[in-house]
């Protein structure tokens, strides 16, 4: 049942991607929009909703061969490099539960307008410093 879910998460993804209508350039992005289709499976808790969804961002970022940074990748590598470091960090879990906060109107949107957009500055520009730090951590270790 689970591999069925992940597949059509998958398709819908790809389908969205592929047509344009999900930014395949912005991490957060396609965690929300992924968070938006998950939220049309109401038998699975937020837990097993987060992880389905990782899985399956995995998957699509790998393409049809399941190496990351070959032709067939549908997400670029940067932006799959940015969600493993969400991943890595844990941080896709905060993402999830604040985008199904919004959907659920635990927040007064617009007076957090202005921090919402000073907040995507700063993770935009913090991001390749991560993971710079992380590349270079990479390199000393090997």
């Given at each position: 049942m689970d591999s069925l879910i992940a597949s059509k998460i998958a398709l819908l993804l790809q389908e969205g991607i592929l047509k344009g209508e999900i930014a395949k350039d912005s991490p957060t992005k396609l965690i929300a929009k992924g968070m938006e289709i998950m939220e049309s499976f109401s038998n699975m808790s937020g837990d097993q909703k987060k992880k389905m969804l990782i899985r399956?961002?995995?998957?699509?970022?790998?393409?049809?061969?399941?190496?990351?940074?070959?032709?067939?990748?549908?997400?670029?590598?940067?932006?799959?490099?940015s969600l493993k470091l969400l991943l890595e960090k844990d941080l896709i879990g905060d993402i999830v539960q604040v985008v199904m906060g919004a959907a659920k109107g635990e927040f007064n949107l617009e007076k957090s307008k202005e921090a919402a957009v000073e907040l995507v500055?700063?993770?935009?520009?913090?991001?390749?410093?991560?993971l710079e730090k992380i590349k270079k951590l990479i390199k000393i270790k090997h």
């Amino acid at each position: 049942m689970d591999s069925l879910i992940a597949s059509k998460i998958a398709l819908l993804l790809q389908e969205g991607i592929l047509k344009g209508e999900i930014a395949k350039d912005s991490p957060t992005k396609l965690i929300a929009k992924g968070m938006e289709i998950m939220e049309s499976f109401s038998n699975m808790s937020g837990d097993q909703k987060k992880k389905m969804l990782i899985r399956v961002i995995e998957k699509i970022a790998a393409g049809s061969d399941g190496i990351v940074g070959t032709e067939d990748d549908i997400i670029p590598k940067e932006v799959v490099e940015s969600l493993k470091l969400l991943l890595e960090k844990d941080l896709i879990g905060d993402i999830v539960q604040v985008v199904m906060g919004a959907a659920k109107g635990e927040f007064n949107l617009e007076k957090s307008k202005e921090a919402a957009v000073e907040l995507v500055a700063v993770t935009k520009s913090c991001i390749p410093v991560f993971l710079e730090k992380i590349k270079k951590l990479i390199k000393i270790k090997h």
